[in-house]
């Protein structure tokens, strides 16, 4: 009766063990997944920085050729 009960125990500490580690892989995983997702939104955020530094730097660009224009315009017409 003590065997059954101890081969018993061990077959449960055997799956708790298993179970353990499979929950410990899967964690992991999702760690790693994460980590790859995050490497890949900031790559995606800094590549949106850089495009709206270039639209920023157009914009200015275009408002000083605006500013010049008008005051052109201005001294045209007096």
């Not at 708790?16 to 997944?33: C, F, H």
């Not at 900031?42 to 050729?65: E, F, M, N, P, S």
């Amino acid at each position: 009766k003590d065997r059954r009960a101890h081969a018993r125990t061990v077959r449960l500490m055997e799956s708790e063990a298993r179970l353990s580690y499979e929950a410990w892989v899967q964690s992991m995983d999702a760690s790693d997944t994460t980590r790859t997702e995050v490497m890949s939104l900031r790559t995606t955020v800094l590549a949106h920085l850089l495009k709206i530094a270039g639209l920023r730097a157009a914009d200015r660009t275009r408002q000083t050729q605006l500013v010049e224009a008008l005051t052109l315009l201005k001294t045209l017409q007096t």
